[in-house]
């Protein structure tokens, strides 16, 4: 399976800084990687997909790149809301796989 | 709007079943699979397969064969899990979640269903 890897695990953050969290993947899953923010006590929402389009609502501020095995996630502007944990999962190959997740502190 | 509603809490005994339920709306039922995530407490987010919305057909994770049985219902449009045979470590939220294709992100979930097993 692919095996796909976050670092940091943790960052503490001040407001309006800019994050940069990174995803690897173990072997190539091409563009289809998909970026989940999940706040404390909620479910996953979708933030990013195809590795770089933002999906529908999320602000401007997030924006994604990579492709192949590297991938990265950059909030431009870190808010006070933006605190949670962001997961990398990989949609390329069976079976679907997560990282362990970066949580945002601030 | 798209929305998933899984069914409330359980606390169940050892060995025994529990069944979760999530109710689609304000799509399409069968042009989306349905995917089940398990995040035990603590930790991350584990998929555990996915079910064709269209067919019925079941795909399930290494680790999620034999215990666990993805249905549907496509006359409420609703997907069910179902876990036999309890135990401690399957004490964890489970979310259900859409993708519209084979090489899709999730991009709707439902708001989860915590299973506690204990004695």
Same mark, same amino acid.
């Given at each position: 399976? #692919?095996? #796909? ?13 800019? #994050?940069? !969290? ?10 289809? /990687? ?5 706040? /404390? ?20 501020? !997030? ?7 590297? !991938?990265? /996630?950059?909030?431009?502007? /870190?808010?006070s809301e ?15 796989? !997560? ?8 | 709007?798209?929305? =998933?509603?899984?069914?409330? *809490?359980? =606390?169940?005994?050892? %060995?025994? $079943?529990?069944?979760? &339920? ?8 069968? $042009?989306?699979?349905?995917?089940w995530v ?6 991350? =987010?584990?998929?555990? %397969? ?8 079941? +795909?399930?994770?290494?680790?999620? +064969? ?7 219902? +496509?006359?409420?449009?609703? *997907? ?5 045979? =309890? ?28 299973? +506690?097993?204990? &004695?």
């Amino acid at each position: 399976e #692919v095996v #796909v890897t976050q670092s940091p695990a943790t960052l503490s953050v001040s407001p309006g800084e800019r #994050v940069t !969290f990174s995803c690897r993947a173990s072997e190539t899953v091409n563009s289809n /990687l998909a970026w989940y923010q999940q706040k /404390l006590g909620q479910a996953p929402r979708l933030l990013m997909y195809g590795a770089s389009t933002r999906a529908a609502g999320i602000p401007a501020r !997030f924006s994604g790149s990579g492709s192949g095995t590297e !991938f990265t /996630l950059t909030i431009s502007s /870190l808010q006070s809301e933006d605190s949670a944990v962001y997961y990398c999962q990989q949609y390329n190959d069976w079976p679907r796989t !997560f990282g362990q997740g970066t949580k945002v502190e601030i | 709007q798209v929305q =998933l509603v899984q069914s409330g *809490s359980e =606390l169940k005994k050892p %060995g025994a $079943s529990v069944k979760v &339920s999530c109710k689609a709306s304000g799509y399409t039922f069968k $042009s989306y699979a349905m995917n089940w995530v398990r995040q035990a407490p603590g930790q991350g =987010l584990e998929w555990m %397969g996915w079910i064709n919305t269209n067919t019925g057909t079941p +795909t399930y994770a290494q680790g999620f +064969t034999g215990q666990f049985v993805f249905s549907l219902d +496509t006359s409420v449009s609703t *997907s069910y899990l179902q876990i036999s045979s =309890l135990k401690a470590e399957d004490t964890a939220v489970y979310y259900c979640a859409r993708a519209s294709g084979p090489k899709r992100a999730f991009d709707f979930w439902g708001q989860g269903t915590m299973v +506690t097993v204990s &004695s």
